[in-house]
């Protein structure tokens, strides 16, 4: 009954999708949506890039000034300081201070007034700290990069940061557009345009937005324009596309009730069991092979109908990708993970916690927001989370993709690549896509058995593991000798029926609870508990 009744509701709204008016104001709707986001979003990636770009290179030339002066407020440290703010344009001032704001010297020989606007904040991965302060007569705010000289002097770098005035940065948006950057924790910088009327929106106003994060930096750059504004901008169109897309609603719906005929699983049962919370998670436990520990757990799936069947994730996850619910379900896991590990997460800050994402996750940027919404002020803390990506589907080197990993980092979350070796990847694409644990497919842990002394495959990926500096997980270890072989090659994470299959958050706690009184999680464990 179920799947006719889908059917029947498809093939109707087909035929209404025939109507003209109708079909005009979706399509050219969707079609709006669509170009302005990418405009946004070209507009946010700019936006990012330049200001990673410009303090990039100042934090270069920073350490180069350092590193070619013996000592400071010298005459030869004075003259590296000139050398890089001439090759380095947007290094505007270079000041030797200590902890309490004494200055001892700059470029040009005269105080340097600044007043912070933010409080000091590291940037992941480097050595250098950045505040955002202000300069008298200058419009736009100013990166304070530092660096420790010794135990009490810093040196640090002034840059805008654009080199554009904030007017510009709205030019070619619609009409009450703006562009914000802010730091991730939402202390807001500089904004241009109608930041106000996008804060103040209400339930009922609908924006085209986008964001970008400035690599490994805390900023965030923010752009809106609404819907209205964008919209009118196209009017001209509506006359003539209506029977063009008349015919195309019709040819798209048709495709939609041919895939639905053929699914194993219907998409209106699939996006009805979403939203009944028939789509539970799983979880299987990683296991510490050096101590036996619980290290942490990767969240899997399971469709529990209201007739007690369990719909294994192989019938219904492909369709999901496809059909483009799989963004839905991983929020609905993501609300169960938390209120089913909050409290055990709580009780062990060392546990990590693994959620599967897709290919489609990575098309905006609308997960790193949801992660914050979902898990900000909750007792799972971003850095407890794991996101795991399949190397079968190759995300692409694209700015987005970089994107949305860079917003994942710069909550503290850390990325891992799972089913390693069994897609199209290279050595490059590694190492590019910025993944901090390769998860091994179970199928070249498969190839250890009774008896074997090497698995050259397995070894390789291994090495491999090694060289990006990266750490390894092994997947599917069923068998005492798989986890010896995997031991003895410095492989001390793994997960499978060797251990436990993935269980029930009720089972997942007891079995916490009990290797906690045996082995508890230790801090500094690699990996998951890193």
Not at 216 to 227: D, G, I, Q, S, Y
Not at 443 to 465: C, E, N, R, T, Y
Request: proline share 6%.
């Amino acid at each position: 009954m179920k799947s006719n009744y889908s059917n029947v509701l498809t093939l109707f709204c087909a035929i209404l999708a025939f109507l003209p008016i109708v079909a005009v104001d979706y399509l050219l709707d969707g079609y709006v949506r669509t170009h302005e986001q990418d405009v946004l979003q070209q507009t946010a990636d700019g936006v990012a890039s330049q200001i990673r770009t410009t303090t990039e290179g100042a934090v270069e030339s920073l350490r180069r000034i350092i590193d070619d002066s013996p000592s400071l407020c010298t005459p030869t440290f004075i003259a590296h300081v000139h050398r890089e703010i001439t090759t380095q344009l947007t290094l505007k001032q270079v000041l030797v201070e200590n902890g309490d704001g004494v200055q001892y010297c700059d470029a040009f020989g005269r105080p340097v007034a600044y007043s912070p606007l933010s409080e000091v904040l590291p940037i992941p991965g480097r050595a250098e700290t950045l505040q955002v302060v202000r300069i008298p007569n200058m419009e736009m705010p100013v990166l304070k990069l530092a660096r420790a000289y010794g135990d009490s002097r810093t040196v640090a770098g002034f840059v805008p940061l654009l080199g554009l005035p904030p007017d510009s940065l709205i030019h070619g948006l619609a009409p009450a557009g703006m562009v914000r950057v802010s730091l991730t924790n939402a202390t807001p910088i500089l904004s241009s345009g109608g930041a106000e009327a996008y804060d103040a929106r209400g339930s009922g106003d609908d924006f085209v937005s986008a964001q970008a994060f400035a690599g490994a930096l805390p900023l965030r750059v923010e752009v809106a324009v609404p819907f209205a504004m964008a919209r009118a901008r196209y009017a001209d169109l509506d006359l003539s596309l209506t029977a063009i897309a008349c015919l195309m609603s019709a040819v798209l719906l048709i495709m939609a009730l041919y895939y639905v005929r053929r699914a194993g699983v219907p998409s209106f049962d699939l996006e009805r069991a979403i939203a009944r919370g028939e789509i539970k998670p799983f979880y299987q436990p990683v296991i510490n092979l050096r101590t036996g520990a619980l290290l942490g757990c990767e969240v899997l799936c399971r469709w529990e109908k209201r007739n007690g069947k369990i719909v294994p994730p192989g019938a219904f996850i492909e369709h999901a990708e496809a059909t483009g619910l799989a963004i839905p379900m991983t929020l609905s896991l993501m609300e169960q993970v938390k209120a089913d590990l909050g409290q055990l997460a709580r009780d062990m800050p060392n546990l990590k916690i693994s959620i599967n994402l897709f290919d489609g996750h990575f098309q905006d940027g609308a997960i790193v927001e949801d992660v914050q919404a979902i898990f900000g002020g909750s007792p799972i803390a971003f850095s407890q989370l794991v996101f795991e990506i399949t190397e079968r589907r190759p995300l692409g080197n694209s700015m987005q993709t970089h994107a949305v990993i860079s917003g994942l980092h710069a909550l503290g979350a850390r990325l891992a690549l799972d089913d390693t070796g069994t897609g199209h990847s290279n050595l490059a694409y590694l190492a590019t896509l910025g993944v901090d644990i390769i998860k091994i497919d179970r199928v070249f842990v498969d190839m250890i058995k009774p008896g074997v002394a090497q698995v050259p495959v397995l070894d390789g990926l291994i090495a491999m593991s090694r060289d990006l500096g990266t750490e390894i997980v092994a997947e599917g270890v069923e068998t005492e000798d798989q986890a010896l072989y995997l031991r003895a090659r410095g492989v001390y994470q793994a997960q499978g029926f060797l251990f436990a299959p993935a269980l029930r958050a009720s089972a997942f706690k007891e079995l916490a609870s009990a290797l906690a009184t045996i082995a508890p999680v230790v801090a500094g464990s690699p990996a998951y508990a890193a």
